[in-house]
């Protein structure tokens, strides 16, 4: 014979258990980090920083960043860009990894300066890690000198010695 009070005991039960069975499951892992970024540092010119980068870990874009002097963390972080650009060259089924930016204002100095660019590493969920290793891009550490010639930047021709 069918008991409602029963019946609601088992239900009031059954929720306590899966209640308990909720708090005791452990929170959802984050996402996997297991690639380091890599790309070319391409171009650098007095009109283009240009170049790809791509992380194994996902295919969404990584982030650049843009460097003066040398790399971090003792160049002078100047700015960033993604990395999202269409690049048919690429050897990756998803192509969307290029970037390229109009050079900055930093590099317009008169000077020889150095552009170092280092590819952000992300996570399969495409958030940067913490800590993670934001590898140099190969080729990178190219120097440009941009702007009206600053001659305090050049070293002086050496003297010849003297010769009675």
């Known amino acids: 014979m069918f008991q409602p009070s029963t019946t609601r005991r088992l239900s009031s039960t059954a929720a306590a258990v899966a209640v308990l069975a909720l708090a005791a499951a452990p929170a959802p892992a984050s996402a996997a980090d297991f690639f380091d970024p890599v790309g070319t540092h391409d ?13 194994g870990d996902t295919t ?15 160049g002078t972080f100047v700015t960033a860009t ?8 690429l050897p990756f089924a998803d192509k969307n990894h290029g970037f390229s930016i109009a050079t900055p204002s930093a590099f317009f100095t008169g000077c020889p300066e150095k552009v170092y660019i280092h590819a952000i590493d992300i996570d399969t969920s495409g958030a940067p890690v913490p800590g993670g290793n934001n590898a140099l891009l190969n080729l990178t550490g190219k120097t440009i000198i941009c702007g009206t010639p600053n001659p305090s930047c050049f070293e002086p021709p050496p003297k ?4 009675p």
Request: aromatic share 16%; net charge negative.
């Open 43 to 55: 171009v650098a010119s007095c009109s283009t920083l240009a170049g790809w980068a791509k992380d």
């Open 60 to 74: 969404l874009p990584t982030s650049v960043h843009i460097y003066l002097g040398a790399p971090f963390p003792f």
């Open 82 to 89: 993604t990395a999202n650009l269409f690049r048919p060259d």
């Open 160 to 163: 010849p010695p003297f010769d």
